[in-house]
């Protein structure tokens, strides 16, 4: 993945809050929600009521498609990532700790009880994409950056 083109997902990353999550339903519609996420790398991290919908679904198919988009005012300054990867309920409990930082760290205001576990039926997930779609219309009407996350993927400007 080019440098340039990493060094802007993260900083999308850093700067929103809230990703919409779809996920597959049992009937096989998608189904998309608004969960707040924290990210270490391109690897993103979120928690939510351990018998939800979302964590359900993904019992059952891994396969997630999520969008995070910056605050604009026109759309000439409109920036995003859309990516595609598979989630993972963490059951390690130092990767849940890993998350709950994480989340802490980036909303240190009133969600320490579920990262402390003091709140109980809260699970954690981590999202692993596959390929990310850098949306910048700094560069132009509808621009965006194809990128696969796999080491040596090729990038393509659309």
Known sequence: MDASIREEIL????RANDMTLATI???GYPQATTVSYAHDGLDI???CAADSQKARNIGRN???SLT???PYVHWGEIRGISAGGLA??????QEIARAGQLLLRKFPQGIAEYVSGAIEGVAFFKVVSNVISVLDY???????DLVGTEPGAQSQAR
């Open 68 to 70: 995070i988009n910056l």
């Open 45 to 47: 991290y979120f928690g």
């Open 88 to 93: 993972d309920r963490l059951t390690d409990t």
């Open 11 to 14: 900083a999308i990353l850093d």
């Open 25 to 27: 339903r049992q009937d």
């Open 138 to 144: 700094r560069k132009g009407f509808g621009h965006r």
């Open 62 to 64: 891994r396969k997630v």
